[in-house]
Structure formats: structure tokens, C-alpha cells
Nanobody, 122 residues
């Protein structure tokens, strides 16, 4: 069972930047990180978890929610089994718990990390 650990969250002022990391481990035999599509989600209390960004496996094609386009950048380092979310020009409405999700061959619900809190003060 793959385990994901997010890090890098914290408190930042509006307009600031943070870089989140997602470290993956515990791959089943025959599976490697580059076989997993990675997504970042965020969730605020009382609302459903919302997709922020995704990055494909080999092609590394990326997609973003409209609300973060041109401000956030998702990336991955398959050699280190890590994915990242660079967040620039942060706004108070970006405040949320951010979760990393990895899906083997983009199938099923995938594995979730425990989340990391991002708080943007105005």
C-alpha cells in the first residue's frame, strides 16, 4: 500500500508563496512512482474536497483549477518519488487543508496523504 506524506504548509501573508511537497513510499512489487497520476486537492471546513491540480505520469501533462491557474505549478520528480505544488501570489481564499492523491495508472480512488494546512492572512 502506497503511503503519501505532505509537507510544506504553514502561515503566509497574502501575496506570498509556499511550496508543498508530497513524498510517496511503500510501492507494491512491480509498481513505481512514475506509474501514478498525482493530484493536489484542497478542502475547507464544510465543503467538499476540491481538485487543485494534476500531473500525468510519463507525459507530465498538467491541469489546473481555474482559481489557481497562472499562480500554482504542479511538478514531480519520479527519481525522488516526490510531487510538488508551488503556490505563488497566495490569496486568503487559498486557505485550506491541502491533500496529495496518487492513483496507479489513474485507476480507482487512489491513496491520500494526511493533508497539510495552508493559511493565508490578509
Amino acid at each position: 500500500q502506497v503511503q503519501l506524506v505532505e509537507s510544506g504548509g504553514g502561515l503566509v501573508q497574502s501575496g506570498g508563496s509556499l511550496k508543498l511537497s508530497c513524498t510517496a513510499s511503500g510501492f507494491p512489487p512491480g509498481r513505481t512512482f512514475n506509474m501514478y497520476v498525482v493530484r493536489w486537492y484542497r478542502q475547507v471546513p464544510g465543503k467538499e474536497r476540491a481538485l487543485v491540480a494534476s500531473i500525468a505520469t510519463v507525459s507530465r501533462v498538467t491541469n489546473y483549477a481555474d482559481s489557481v491557474k497562472d499562480r500554482f505549478t504542479i511538478s514531480r520528480d519520479n527519481g525522488k518519488n516526490m510531487a510538488y505544488l508551488q503556490m505563488n501570489s497566495l490569496k486568503p481564499e487559498d486557505t485550506a487543508v491541502y491533500y496529495c492523491n496518487a492513483r496507479y495508472l489513474n485507476l480507482g480512488n487512489g491513496t491520500w496523504g494526511q493533508g497539510t494546512q495552508v493559511t493565508v492572512s490578509s
